[in-house]
């Protein structure tokens, strides 16, 4: 169990599905550098790690994937040069490892049609691909899979068996796509694929993709899952941050040790590597704060999704406030108290709990101009005077009965208090 909410780099950002091992292995080590001491520690393997062609975010229907006599999927070797001669991932999870970091992969729901359509064997059982897959079950923006039928013998056996290999890779943190929203069609085989999970013998963080999740089934994901998430791909769009603000005030609820909303990656910094090396975030440096600020007291998991080899000074001090990564780690009970139009903007107000004693709360400016907001201090349900750090200039502030607040356009205010 996840007792806080993981935080990593994954590829998918910068590179879509044609990652390749060097610069898994150069982000691995400006991670261990930079940011292993303010808590970053997962690095993942996006999508399509299988396919030798991958050259970009497109996928090639109908692909063909390196695959073992068991049905399995195993990393293409002129991407991941040190997984020849069957060795898999073991030796850049060993490689991230002895960086003092956890390695892990995409996986998507399901078995590999070309498994099916050539009726491979599965290990540990005498049924094959063709015997347990459920052709019906397909992923709609990938070709690569067909679902499994739950109900079939040797289904289980198949999960078990993929699980087996991965714990013998290494593997600390397992992506599955294809899964989280599809629900309740698919529900037997994502409680079949945790269960195998649980029972491989080795600790690993089951994250569920793609949203947006389904509300009604919270308790479901809570059970089977680390992390879920709560929306489609995320890019650096206004428009998907300003959706971000009304899907964590449904979801906040369900943070918790051992299950968290996923609000996805944080695409900063150069992202989109495959089509253009001069390609950065189009988010603005407030959009950037805004972004970390709800997603850390809302306490999503937070993964990077940019090049960070690339990383500009600003980049890297948006990961590195201290104040920030520690309300990430001890907020409870985060919830949005009000969303207001004051003086012809848009204001939304966080607060929680600091497990550390006094509490958090943020001011964002969800409007179209810079602003100033008088704060009733009885809306934090606070004492009725507060000794405050402003997270991310330092700033101390004593508030009493109310706190005047400017707050920039796209932008936040976010304070601890005593």
């Known amino acids: 169990m996840t007792k806080t909410s993981p935080m990593g780099w994954n590829s998918w950002d910068c590179y879509g599905a044609a990652v390749t091992e060097d610069i898994v292995r150069k982000n ?117 899979m067909y679902g499994v039928d739950p109900a079939k013998e040797g289904a289980r056996a198949y999960y078990d068996s993929i699980f087996e290999l991965y714990a013998s890779w290494g593997v600390d943190f397992i992506k599955c796509d294809d899964i989280a929203r599809e629900l309740p069609h698919e529900e037997a085989e994502l409680v079949m694929l945790s269960e195998s ?118 980049t890297i001090s948006l990961l590195t406030n201290e104040e920030i990564l520690k309300m990430h780690k001890n907020a409870r009970h985060s919830h949005q108290v009000w969303r207001r139009e004051i003086n012809d903007s848009e204001y939304i107000l966080w607060t929680a709990a600091n497990a550390e004693g006094g509490g958090y709360f943020a001011l964002f400016n969800a409007g179209e101009k810079d602003g100033t907001v008088k704060l009733d201090l009885a809306d934090l349900e606070a004492a009725d005077k507060l000794d405050c750090t402003e997270l991310w200039s330092g700033e101390k502030t004593v508030f009493d009965g109310f706190a005047e607040i400017t707050v920039p356009s796209h932008g936040v205010k976010a304070f601890r208090f005593e």
């Open 28 to 144: 691995a080590e400006f991670m261990a550098k930079n940011l292993k001491q303010y808590g970053w520690e997962y690095v993942v393997v996006d999508i399509q790690w299988s396919a030798p062609n991958a050259k970009s975010h497109e996928y090639d229907p109908f692909t063909e994937l390196c695959m073992d006599e068991y049905s399995r999927l195993i990393p293409a070797e002129n991407r991941f040069p040190s997984s020849a001669g069957g060795k898999g991932f073991a030796p850049l999870a060993e490689y991230v490892h002895s960086l003092g970091l956890k390695f892990g992969i995409h996986i998507m729901r399901g078995i590999p049609r070309q498994a099916v359509h050539r009726n491979t064997k599965i290990k540990g059982t005498d049924k094959t691909a063709r015997e347990i897959a459920k052709t019906a079950s397909i992923c709609a923006w990938n070709t690569d």
């Open 197 to 314: 999970l649980r029972s491989c013998g080795r600790d690993m963080v089951l994250s569920l993709s793609p949203g947006a999740a389904l509300l009604e089934k919270a308790e479901l994901y809570k059970q089977v899952s680390d992390m879920w998430r709560i929306t489609d791909d995320f890019w650096d769009k206004w428009e998907l941050l300003y959706a971000m603000f009304e899907r964590a005030e449904k979801w906040c609820t369900h943070s918790g040790a051992g299950h968290w909303p996923d609000a996805d990656m944080l695409p900063i910094g150069p992202i989109l590597q495959d089509y253009d090396a001069a390609n950065r975030t189009k988010f603005t440096e407030n959009e950037q704060i805004t972004m970390l600020t709800l997603w850390s007291i809302f306490r999503s998991p937070l993964m990077i999704g940019g090049e960070m080899t690339g990383f500009d000074e600003f």
